[in-house]
């Protein structure tokens, strides 16, 4: 079974730019979860998920946030992916 490490940012053990983006993360987000501690061995894929998201979910838009939510929400079903 293929493990994802959940990095730290008080670990010395954590590289710099996974570090970083950890910092990054607690700054914009307020606080951290796993799925940032995941995603910090990978902070580029990250960064650019995270501004693909900005783009499409929070960015202007004419639709109502509620009514953004339900589209994605449904297409997350459509596609099963749960």
Do not use: W
């Not at 990054?24 to 799925?35: D, P, V």
Request: hydrophobic content about 35%.
């Amino acid at each position: 079974m293929t493990r994802i490490f959940i990095l730290r940012e008080d670990d010395p053990a954590t590289p710099p730019d996974a570090r970083a983006y950890l910092q990054e993360a607690r700054q914009s987000r307020g606080h951290l979860i796993n799925i940032y501690r995941a995603m910090a061995n990978r902070p580029e894929t990250d960064r650019a998920f995270s501004a693909m998201a900005n783009t499409v979910y929070r960015g202007t838009s004419t639709l109502d946030p509620k009514d953004g939510e339900l589209a994605y929400l449904t297409a997350t079903v459509v596609n099963n992916c749960y």
